[in-house]
């Protein structure tokens, strides 16, 4: 799988999530979505792709990265709150800090 990489014009935002279950949850999300728009992942890497941008995932043994690009700023703290919440959700047995930066 390739992720793609946003364009100039996109902003972007990561998220860096501890959690020892990152593959389980990336795939879980992407499993979630792919029922109603364009998904591709395997167990270390995913893409969700939004009307309004995209969410790139990445798992490693302790760590669950969101990438958000959005074309505004309206737009990407939308899908910044979409993956979050729907995370949480997922995560429901652990307490997720979910912090975005800006890139």
């Known amino acids: 799988m390739t992720p793609t990489t946003p364009t100039a014009y996109m902003l972007e935002s990561t998220a860096d999530i501890a959690t020892e279950k990152a593959s ?22 995913g893409q969700i792709s939004f009307s309004g941008g995209d969410c790139r995932l990445e798992a490693d043994d302790n760590r669950l990265r969101l990438s958000v690009t959005a074309s ?24 997720m800090q979910i912090t975005w930066q800006r890139v």
């Not at 795939?27 to 992942?41: E, R």
């Not at 729907?86 to 307490?95: N, P």
Request: proline share 2%.
């Open 72 to 95: 505004d700023a309206e737009t990407l703290a939308k899908l910044q709150n979409v993956a979050a919440s729907h995370l949480v959700r997922f995560a429901f047995r652990e307490e």
């Open 24 to 45: 389980r949850y990336l795939q879980q999300l992407c499993k979630h979505f792919a029922h109603k728009i364009p998904v591709s992942f395997d167990a270390a890497a």
